[in-house]
Each structure stands twice: as C-alpha cells, then as structure tokens.
C-alpha cells in the first residue's frame, strides 16, 4: 500500500478554477471573517481584554493616578475621595463606592470652569445643579460630583470619564473646550489620513486581535506595554498632570501662529467629544454636551500677530494706524476709529487686536451685529487662544447631533440674557469674570439650563411648586453661604493672574472691585495698589502697599511690589531696602538680587550691586543678559574686582520674631565680621525705620530715618563711623 493518501475526485463538485471570480471572493471573505470570528473569541476565553474604548490615537500620557481613592466614611462605609495628590486641580469630592438604590449620579467633567474658578464647587454650575435637583425633584436621591479638573482639556477629561465610567454613573455632563491649547503637544501625520482610514481604525481598535498584536508590537519594539500611540507615528507623550505652556513662560510668549498646529487640535477636540460620547453610553449612561461660552466684550486677545506675508513696513504702518484709532476712540471719533482699523484689516486681516478695537468701536454706536462679528474675529484670531474657537463650538453641537445627544447652548443662554437686559447679544463682564469663567450668576443660569434639560427628557420629575420663586429660595440659600472675604480674595487672585498674563485692563476691573469688599486682604491689597501705581496714583498705591504690608510683612512679593513704586518715586534707600528685605524672605529667587542690584546701582554703589548680581547668577547661571550687566559693573569699578565674597546676613528680631535689623556683612582682613553694603533697621510689624550704606565696618554713603507713618525724619551723608 502507498505511503501516501489518494484524493479521489467527485464528478458534481466543480474544480475551483470553474467558479466564477465574485463566488471565489466571497468564499475568501467568509473564510477571513470566520478565521478573525474565532480567533477574536479564542483571545476572549484566553482573557485577553480589549484597549479601553476610544484610547486616544493623538498622545499617550506618562503616567495615570486614580482621580478617586478608596476609604470609608464615619460609619464605616466604603466610600471614594478625591486622591490627595489631585486636590491641587479639583475639588475634594467624596461619594459612595456602592451607589445606594434608588440614586441618580451625575459626574460634572471639564476644566476650570466646571471646577467652579475663581471660587469652588459650591458656586460653580455643579453645585448649583446639586442644590436644584434636590430642591426641584426631592422623591429621588441625587448625587452630583464635581471632577472639574484647573486646565484640564478634553483629551484629559476623557481619560477622567474612563475612570468615572466605573463608578455606577447615570449622568455625564461634559463642559470642556477652553484648554485645548495649554500643553505643547504635536500630531505628526495622524492628521493628514483620510477621514475612512481613521474610521476603520477606530473599529479595529476596539477588538482583542487589536489589544493583543498592540500589545505584541510594543514588546518587541520597547520592551514594554503599549501607551496607546498611533501606529502611524509616535504621539506625543504627556505627563500625568498638566503642564501649561504658560506655566513656563512670562505671559503668552510662546504662542505662535501655527495653523497646522491649531487644525490638529481642532481635530483632536472632536474626538475626544466623540470618545466620551460613546464610553458613557459603554458605562450605561447618559451625556449632556454644553457649548464652551466665553467674554468677547470686555477681554482682549491675549497675543496678537500680523498676518505672516506682511513685510516691516506694513507692520510697522498696521501698529500706527492701530494706535491712530486707539486716540480716535479715547476722544469719542467712532467713524475716524474705524476708518483706521478698516484700512488695517485690508492688509492685515489676522492681527487680533484689529477686530478687538474695531469691534468696540462698532458696539459704540450701536452696530451690534457688526460688532459681534469683529469681537468673535478677535477671539479666533488670537495666538494664544484661551477661549474655546468658533469651530469648537460647531463641534459640539455637531457631536451630540451625530450621536442623538443632548446639548445646552449656553453660548446662545450668555447671548439671550445679554440681549433681553443689554439689548444685543455680545457676552461679556456681566456674566463673566474674566476671558471664560462665568461670575456666580452665570453658573446659575447654566444649572437652571441643564435642569430644564433634564426634566424635558423626564429624568427630573418637578414637584408641582416648582418654578421661579423656588429657584429663588435655593439662589438664596447658596448665595448667603458665601463668605465675603473668599468672595474678594479670588477676585484679586483672578486679577494677579490676569496681569501677569498682560491683561491690565481686565485685571483693573477686578482687582478695584476687589478693593470695594473692605477686606485687608495683603494680596487684595497688593493688586490694588499695582494698578493704582500704573494709573499715575502713586500717593494711593503707596498707601494700600503700606496696608498690605501691614496685612502679611513676611510676603517677599509685596515687599519686592512695594520696591518697584518706591524706585519710581526716586526713593531708592527706601527701595534699596524693600528689595533687600524681599530678598532675604526669598533667598532662592534671582529676581530681587537683580532689583536690588538694579537700584543700588542708580545709587552709584556698583560693589555691592555687583555683589547682588554674582548671587543672581549663583542662583540663575546661564542668563546672557546678567553676564552683560555683570560685565558693565566691572568696567564702571575700573576693571577691577573688588574681593566680593558670597555676602553674609546678620539679623536680630524682636519678640513677635519679625526682623530688627538686617545688614550685609564679610569677613574682614583682620578675620571680624563687620557690615559690608546695607544696614537696616525696621519697626515691628514692618515699617521701615533706618537705612545706612556701609563699606568695610564703617557708615559710608547715606543714612536715613523714618518715622512709623513713613515720613523722613532725617537724611544725611556719613563718612567714617558716624550716624550709627
């Protein structure tokens, strides 16, 4: 017998080379299908998970701490708290592990707008929402949880859904749109693929044949478990909590134009939309979209930027005429303005701050559609975008129109209400604090938007009293929780912020209306006198730094502030010795060596201002700028270097424990300690009290000496040992 088998052939069974080509293509398609069908459910009984839904191909994220962590509560029930390692972005929020029956559970994701900045959750809509659902519908149990996170974009926001989509929800309502530019992120090619390839890979990713050859792939190329990156490209890699680039910048100096960079943001934003969209109906629950609204009216674009072909000349041309118009709408010339910024905008249609001023020029005289269009310009304009694009707002509402999900329109709320009271639509500082969050009445009226939305669906179930009177009960009853005291001091955190990111106008109007509370908060105190200071109201300014001065005398901020009004009035000991006080409080900060050094250089006391900028540079080495005026002070000590050792602090205090006096000192030739540069003295509590220049142990320069009110009460020069 043959060592081998013998296919026999059947007569009725065509060969396959008779089948007709669309038979042959359809038997390999089963074929294939069947094959992936089986494989797919052979990684299922082997375990083998999918990658969590809609893992974003855009970046990955270096690390993933839990948002809630597990306790128990006072009775001993299991119950998860916010991680205290994240209270730094949201608020401390606790519920219960096991949702109780009969709750209904809202998660609030988005930035710091849901958060509730520049206050809490108590204020913000999520705490609003809480307080009217138990008011409205109270037969039901409600859980309203705030996991708004401080500059939490939307690719941010979905991983926290990720993590919220295990905690028993019924409710997402998603508010997310202004951060989208915060971190420095790329995208590569990702964005270049046809929209049909992006799709189909989206579906295959949510299959175990996926994870596993994911998984696979990463081990051979890494030796680690994949991060979620595109396969076309590595994404880019964020840490786990949110770096800004203005965190790292002085204002929005590290914006640039970047249209490609803006286009894959755009994207990216939608699906993230997408994404939590499907992983809250995967968790079994509803999402309610909310359109991001921001100010137009009342903030300025953060940086603007001429239109990239321009050459110097018409740079230069576009700033002249932008100035003219500036002049033209202080004087009321409203038709001259827009003449000037028109004539602009025909050859630089992307300066932002050109449809700003245009569009304030407009509202003047009552062009109200006009104006809008310019002032919405201005935003989508801006290179430092911090409010949510045009095209966001679009995505919202095409999202949630392509899932059949429900969304609030609060950009077109702000517009209504601006309307009915203003008589145009344009948002701005009567409904918002600053570029985007909503004053305490604006969080109110979105709450009052998503509760109509939900009883329109029939989750909420109003009791038959319900309407404005009671809504007003529950506006009363949050609003007289609120303490007046943290009510202005976030006002004058919100304009600190504002300031430091360039915006004097907007920081004015919050920092005064700080002031009006009465508080003697130091950094209420502080603002305020800064842009006092800045309006040429200097006796005032110096007035409110002596307050608060007197609020907090160890902040080295104030003291360094108050250094700065005190060099503008040509009062440099006086100066001389809040910087180096300032110093001393902050020791590790370069920038009061060099104010120091800066001041006591207009004294002509380039030793010790050498020695100031020598620390400078032991605590910041590598600034070109410093080695520049390094080098300048030397020339003007006639190229030789004085012996400048590291200066030594000597210090008595009184019994409060607040500095008596402060004085530079060195180590002399003989070996004593003797007081070499600045002597100071200081009442308790704060107030300057006596200056003196040294050199080498002996009073060498000016002496001068105030009284607590800050008078002078004796000015002299001292030569060899006297005045002390």
Excluded at 533 to 539: L, T, V
Aim: proline share 5%.
């Amino acid at each position: 017998m043959l060592g081998f088998p013998i296919r026999m052939k059947n007569p009725s069974a065509p060969e396959a080379a008779d089948l007709p080509l669309w038979k042959k293509a359809l038997f390999s398609l089963l074929a294939t299908v069947l094959f992936f069908t089986l494989l797919e459910a052979g990684l299922a009984v082997a375990g083998i998970g999918t990658r969590p839904a809609l893992e974003d191909p855009f970046l990955g994220f270096a690390s993933s701490a839990s948002l809630f962590v597990e306790g128990t509560d006072a009775d001993g029930q299991p119950v998860l708290t916010t991680a205290a390692g994240k209270r730094g972005f949201f608020n401390v929020q606790q519920f219960r592990r096991d949702k109780p029956p009969g709750t209904y559970r809202v998660f609030c994701l988005g930035g710091s707008t849901t958060y509730g900045r520049p206050y809490s959750d108590a204020t913000s809509f999520c705490g609003w929402l809480r307080e009217l659902l138990s008011a409205a519908d109270p037969k039901r149990d409600w859980e309203v949880v705030n996991a708004g996170g401080i500059s939490y974009a939307s690719y941010r926001v979905a991983r926290v859904m990720d993590e919220l989509a295990g905690y028993e929800p019924d409710l997402f309502v998603v508010y997310t749109g202004h951060n989208e530019f915060l971190e420095e992120r790329t995208y590569g090619n990702l964005r270049d693929l046809p929209g049909v390839v992006k799709s189909v890979v989206g579906v295959l990713a949510r299959t175990r044949i996926w994870a596993a050859a994911s998984a696979l792939y990463d081990r051979v190329r890494t030796g680690t478990p994949s991060a979620g990156r595109s396969r076309q490209e590595p994404a880019s890699i964020l840490p786990g909590e949110v770096r800004a680039k203005l965190d790292h910048s002085i204002g929005p100096d590290l914006y640039e134009r970047d249209d490609a960079l803006r286009d894959g943001i755009l994207e990216h934003y939608r699906f993230s939309l997408r994404r939590m969209v499907r992983a809250a109906r995967a968790a079994g629950a509803e999402v309610l979209l909310v359109t991001p609204a921001s100010n137009l009216k009342d903030c300025s674009p953060f940086k603007s930027q001429h239109t990239d072909e321009l050459d110097d000349s018409q740079r230069v041309q576009s700033q002249e005429l932008l100035a003219a118009a500036r002049q033209q709408m202080r004087e009321a010339r409203w038709g001259e303005a827009r003449e000037s910024l028109d004539e602009a905008l025909a050859f630089d249609a992307r300066f932002a701050e050109l449809y700003y001023r245009r569009g304030e020029a407009l509202l003047a005289v009552g062009l109200y559609d006009e104006a809008e269009a310019a002032f919405t310009g201005a935003r989508d304009e801006d290179v430092c975008p911090l409010r949510a694009l045009s095209p966001m707002t679009a995505a919202v509402a095409e999202v949630a129109r392509a899932a059949d999900a429900p969304v609030v329109d609060f950009v077109g709320l702000v517009a209504g209400r601006t309307r009915s009271e203003h008589g145009h639509g344009i948002a701005g500082e009567e409904l918002f604090l600053d570029h985007v969050h909503p004053t305490i009445e604006g969080h109110r009226l979105l709450a009052v938007a998503l509760l109509e939305a939900l009883i329109e669906r029939g989750t909420v179930r109003p009791r038959a009293a319900w309407g404005e009177r009671a809504i007003a009960e529950v506006a009363a009853r949050v609003e007289g929780a609120i303490e007046p005291e943290l009510h202005a001091r976030a006002l004058a955190n919100l304009a600190l912020t504002l300031d430091w990111a360039g915006k004097a106008e907007e920081s004015r109007r919050l920092a005064l209306r700080a002031l009006e509370s009465g508080e003697e908060d130091p950094t209420i105190l502080m603002i305020a006198a800064r842009h006092l200071a800045a309006d040429g109201k200097s006796d005032e300014a110096l007035e409110l730094f002596r307050r608060a001065m007197r609020a907090n005398p160890n902040n080295p901020v104030i003291q360094s502030q108050l250094g700065m009004l005190l060099t503008g009035r040509r009062e440099l000991e006086a100066a001389a010795a809040h910087f180096f006080l300032a110093s001393i409080l902050w020791v590790d900060n370069d920038a009061y060596q060099k104010q120091l050094a800066s001041v006591m250089t207009q004294r002509g006391r380039y030793a010790v201002a050498l020695r100031c900028l020598l620390e400078a540079r032991r605590l910041s080495p590598g600034d070109p700028n410093l080695e520049t005026r390094i080098s300048a002070l030397r020339e003007r000590l006639g190229g030789e270097t004085p012996a400048l050792g590291t200066p030594v602090i000597s210090a008595t205090r009184y019994a409060s424990g607040y500095p008596r006096t402060i004085a530079q000192t060195q180590t002399d030739a003989t070996g004593r300690e003797v007081v070499d540069g600045i002597w100071t003295e200081w009442f308790d509590g704060g107030r300057l009290k006596r200056f003196v220049d040294y050199s080498n142990g002996v009073p060498d320069g000016v002496s001068v000496t105030w009284d607590e009110n800050g008078e002078v009460l004796d000015r002299r020069q001292v030569r060899h040992g006297e005045g002390r």
